[in-house]
């Protein structure tokens, strides 16, 4: 992760007292690099244009923070299959907020709510992980007004709704030997409780994204239905020499007028190379003995790019290069 802290001109010059000229130039030789890292999802922008230091650090510790995904839903909805699917197909780590709360530093205080979001968001800045799915968060308002107040905003709310009678059935299937079964008086004391608060969806839809998924499903049936929604939009144009022209121009509408970025494979797998990357280092073998880069390093090195923060439409160029790539 890099922290950029972006300040307009004036402002710098506001605050340099020296020559203008160092300072356009210093301007114009970082944007390529700036654009280079944050095509990775990389960059973290601090907005330092603020008179005030304090604004301005508490962007800063804003920005420390990993991209947050909430998933809710009745026990044995599916929360935790579904998390650990997503952390398979999205780069992300997974927290149980409940096992959190078993943290040997909370102890009595989980009943202190600021304590217990304030020591999670202390928790968040310290970490390595650019993006976590939080499984049973937040459990009323207080909690996520604190959580914005005092962290990030919240980039999506996963829903996954099942019937009473399905959530059930999944509980009876562990076996009562297994250590997450806890028996019908108690999930559907559960259940009603999470029904009782469940004017929250309209609350939470107010404040962020809210994803609604039926998950009566077979899960792998729900975690498909769930990827239409967080799936980034790609376009793959494909064309002969003798319309390569109209190509490059149809593309260029898309960027234009519809918000997509082009992401030339063949370029981002020489400029990782040339970098000295760590996919770069993974590929570079397969560079110099001229041997077909597998699959899964390209599509390990595309999903570093296409679920960053901030963009979800994407044209692919140079890729894929056949229909195994395809199917792959």
């Known amino acids: 992760m890099i922290i950029h802290f972006h300040a307009r001109e004036e402002v710098l010059f506001s605050r340099i007292k020296g020559n203008k000229l160092k300072i356009k130039n210093f301007l114009e030789q970082k944007v390529p690099i700036i654009d280079y890292y944050t095509k990775y999802g990389l960059i973290r922008n601090v907005d330092a244009n603020s008179i005030d230091t304090n604004v301005i650090y508490s962007n800063f510790k804003q920005q420390l923070l990993p991209e947050i995904y909430l998933i809710i839903g009745k026990r044995y909805s599916g929360k935790s299959q579904i998390s650990n699917l997503l952390a398979k197909r999205i780069p992300m780590h997974v927290i149980n907020y409940n096992e959190f709360l078993a943290h040997p530093s909370i102890g009595k205080k989980k009943t202190d709510t600021e304590f217990v979001i304030n020591f999670f968001l202390k928790l968040g800045r310290e970490?390595?992980?650019?993006?976590?799915?939080?499984?049973?968060?937040?459990?009323?308002?207080?909690?996520?007004?604190?959580?914005?107040?005092?962290?990030?905003?919240?980039?999506?709310?996963?829903?996954?709704?099942?019937?009473?009678?399905?959530?059930?059935?999944?509980?009876?299937?562990?076996?009562?030997?297994?250590?997450?079964?806890?028996?019908?008086a108690q999930l559907n004391?559960?259940?009603?409780?999470?029904?009782?608060?469940?004017?929250?969806?309209?609350?939470?839809?107010?404040?962020?994204?809210?994803?609604?998924?039926?998950?009566?499903?077979n899960l792998d049936i729900v975690m498909k239905n769930?990827?239409?929604?967080?799936?980034?939009?790609?376009?793959?144009?494909?064309?002969?020499?003798?319309?390569?022209?109209?190509?490059?121009?149809?593309?260029?509408?898309?960027?234009?007028?519809?918000?997509?970025?082009?992401?030339?494979?063949?370029d981002i797998i020489n400029e990782s190379i040339q970098r000295g990357t760590e996919f770069g280092l993974k590929l570079k073998s397969y560079s110099e003995n001229m041997t077909h880069i597998p699959n899964n390093l390209i599509i390990e090195l595309l999903k570093a790019?296409?679920?960053?923060?901030?963009?979800?439409?994407?044209?692919?160029?140079?890729?894929?290069?056949?229909?195994?790539?395809?199917?792959?």
């Open 127 to 184: 970490g390595q992980n650019r993006r976590v799915i939080i499984e049973d968060f937040p459990a009323n308002k207080e909690f996520l007004n604190l959580f914005v107040k005092n962290g990030k905003e919240i980039r999506k709310i996963i829903y996954l709704d099942a019937d009473n009678q399905v959530c059930s059935e999944r509980m009876r299937a562990l076996g009562k030997d297994h250590k997450g079964y806890i028996g019908c």
């Open 226 to 266: 769930l990827m239409k929604s967080l799936q980034p939009s790609l376009l793959i144009f494909s064309s002969d020499d003798s319309s390569k022209n109209l190509k490059t121009d149809i593309m260029n509408v898309f960027v234009k007028d519809h918000g997509y970025e082009i992401l030339n494979v063949s």
């Open 305 to 328: 790019i296409i679920f960053k923060e901030a963009n979800n439409k994407y044209i692919l160029v140079n890729y894929p290069r056949n229909s195994t790539d395809v199917r792959y």
């Open 189 to 217: 004391k559960e259940i009603s409780e999470f029904e009782r608060n469940k004017d929250l969806l309209e609350y939470y839809k107010k404040k962020t994204e809210l994803i609604e998924v039926n998950a009566d499903s």
